[in-house]
């Protein structure tokens, strides 16, 4: 839906926006002001009417307004309103034409994978944590801090993903870090350091993953992915590889799991040749049709490093993780952490510690899968309907679909797409360069969509598929 406004003979159209009404107004004001449509000194109608004109709260017109008079768009004095704000003009010489660039258009409707539903964030339930969190915190939590993290929240890692993941976590084995490149990268460093020259990664992953260990030195061949998960059995033929990067719960972007016999199979190729397991526990928490397949790190927790997030489950912008490491290498990754990032925020950490420990996350993580499955559910029945011919799945677990399309035709919806203002991303992207293609599909993410936009997204999506 598209507002419009032309209080003062300037129209001004606030299409929908992923930040929000607010976000969407801003962007709109921007736009009038850039193209001429709102002069220098315009006087803008007042909160209240403008509220009243679009149908939305004040407090967010007034918001608003608030953050363009911080970057200098508009300007509020006492007695005078809102005006678009003088901008000075160059003294003298021949005018310089402006050059004029072409507006980014942002997509009106999105299912690009690897965000969760910003919009479901628990604010009421983190903030009192946090404040428990503050509260009881010693003196020396505001110190400079042990860089495995604070113990606190290293002990009630060891218990959840103990409890939740079947992962072998003794609190001394942890190590708290910022997200899984951040863990990644440590990994990579240690692995560079003990002279490992590659480590194998699936045919279909994240080039940043990819980056973050060329970035320490290390090759990354790649082995093949089927219909029963990574092909285990490749790594007989990259003899040089001293790891395997994997997401064994449900591969991504695939989203298979790994078969039961390939993980023996790999735990068995770890401990015949020395080599290390690097387990990407994605989206680890989300399953809806099958019982949840614990951790790869349970089977020999002295050739597997386990890293997990809060990124899916909460949200990325927290920049909280954590891996679960061998004895031996704990040091190893301490070490390399504190040469580079000493320390998580301490109270961060308290305060994630305080959200697991009191059972908020255990709450928050079983909302949520019930809210994904019942996307998930939406988006099946709508393919159903409206794209029978449409194969999906790896919508057993996770976050995203896997929408199987006719040869050659996954460039030409994601054209299509973006025409009808929808962002998608193609299997294709996730390819590693050394891989064949095997098939057109697109990778789609069914939770990060707000409510509001749910309805429209579905049907931009079907109206594109052939």
């Known amino acids: 839906m598209t507002d419009s406004w032309a209080t003062f003979g300037a129209d001004l159209h606030i299409e929908p926006h992923a930040g929000g009404l607010r976000d969407g107004l801003m962007e709109a004001l921007r736009d009038a002001v850039r193209t001429g449509r709102l002069t220098p000194?315009?006087?803008?109608?007042?909160?209240?009417?403008?509220?009243?004109?679009?149908?939305?709260?004040?407090?967010?017109?007034?918001?608003?307004?608030?953050?363009?008079?911080?970057?200098?768009?508009?300007?509020?004095?006492?007695?005078?309103?809102?005006?678009?704000?003088?901008?000075?003009?160059?003294?003298?010489?021949?005018?310089v034409a402006r050059r004029t660039l072409p507006a980014r258009r942002l997509p009106t409707y999105s299912l690009m994978p690897g965000q969760?539903?910003?919009?479901?964030?628990?604010?009421?339930?983190?903030?009192?944590?946090?404040?428990r969190a503050l509260t009881e915190a010693p003196d020396e939590a505001f110190g400079y801090g042990d860089p495995r993290g604070r113990t606190e929240?290293?002990?009630?890692?060891?218990?959840?993903?103990?409890?939740?993941?079947?992962?072998?976590?003794?609190?001394?084995?942890?190590?708290?870090?910022?997200?899984?490149?951040?863990?990644?990268?440590?990994?990579?460093?240690?692995?560079?350091?003990?002279e490992v020259r590659e480590v194998a990664v699936d045919s279909y992953g994240l080039d940043f993953h990819r980056t973050a260990l060329a970035r320490a030195g290390l090759r990354t061949p790649c082995v093949p992915v089927?219909?029963?998960?990574?092909?285990?059995?490749?790594?007989?033929?990259?003899?040089?590889?001293?790891?395997?990067?994997?997401?064994?719960?449900h591969q991504f972007p695939t989203g298979v799991p790994l078969h039961p016999d390939r993980r023996v199979a790999v735990v068995d190729w770890a401990r015949a040749t020395g080599g290390l397991i690097v387990e990407d526990d994605y989206d680890g928490e989300f399953r809806y049709d099958r019982q949840p397949v614990g951790s790869l790190q349970g089977l020999d927790?002295?050739?597997?490093?386990?890293?997990?997030?809060?990124?899916?489950?909460?949200?990325?912008?927290?920049?909280?993780?954590?891996?679960?490491?061998?004895?031996?290498?704990?040091?190893?990754?301490?070490?390399?952490?504190?040469?580079?990032?000493?320390?998580?925020?301490?109270?961060?950490?308290?305060?994630?510690a305080e959200f697991i420990a009191s059972g908020a996350y255990d709450r928050h993580v079983r909302a949520m899968r019930l809210r994904y499955r019942r996307r998930r559910d939406q988006l099946v029945a709508a393919l159903a309907d409206r794209a029978p011919e449409i194969r999906i799945s790896g919508i057993a677990a996770g976050l995203h679909a896997v929408l199987e399309l006719p040869e050659g035709t996954e460039r030409s919806v994601i054209s299509a797409a973006?025409?009808?203002?929808?962002?998608?991303?193609?299997?294709?992207?996730?390819?590693?360069?050394?891989?064949?293609?095997?098939?057109?599909?697109?990778?789609?993410?069914?939770?990060?969509?707000?409510?509001?936009a749910w309805k429209g997204t579905l049907d931009a999506l079907c109206r594109v598929l052939p």
Request: proline fraction near 6%; glycine fraction near 10%; hydrophobic fraction near 45%.
């Open 226 to 249: 089927d219909r029963l998960g990574t092909v285990v059995g490749a790594l007989a033929d990259r003899p040089e590889a001293g790891a395997v990067l994997m997401t064994p719960a």
């Open 418 to 452: 973006a025409f009808q203002g929808l962002a998608l991303e193609g299997l294709s992207y996730f390819r590693h360069p050394d891989a064949a293609r095997e098939r057109d599909a697109l990778v789609i993410s069914y939770g990060s969509p707000s409510d509001s």
């Open 153 to 194: 929240l290293r002990t009630a890692v060891a218990e959840y993903v103990g409890r939740a993941r079947g992962v072998y976590a003794d609190p001394e084995r942890v190590v708290i870090c910022s997200g899984f490149i951040h863990g990644l990268r440590l990994v990579g460093e240690v692995l560079a350091r003990r």
């Open 116 to 131: 969760p539903d910003l919009a479901s964030f628990p604010r009421a339930a983190w903030l009192r944590a946090s404040r």
């Open 41 to 95: 000194g315009s006087r803008l109608p007042s909160s209240r009417a403008l509220a009243a004109d679009l149908g939305i709260a004040r407090n967010t017109v007034a918001d608003a307004y608030a953050e363009l008079v911080a970057e200098g768009w508009l300007t509020a004095r006492q007695g005078s309103g809102t005006r678009v704000a003088r901008r000075a003009e160059p003294r003298g010489g021949t005018p």
């Open 301 to 352: 927790p002295d050739r597997v490093v386990h890293i997990g997030t809060v990124s899916k489950s909460l949200a990325p912008g927290l920049r909280l993780g954590w891996m679960v490491a061998p004895a031996g290498m704990v040091a190893e990754l301490a070490d390399a952490k504190g040469f580079s990032d000493w320390t998580t925020g301490s109270l961060d950490q308290l305060t994630l």
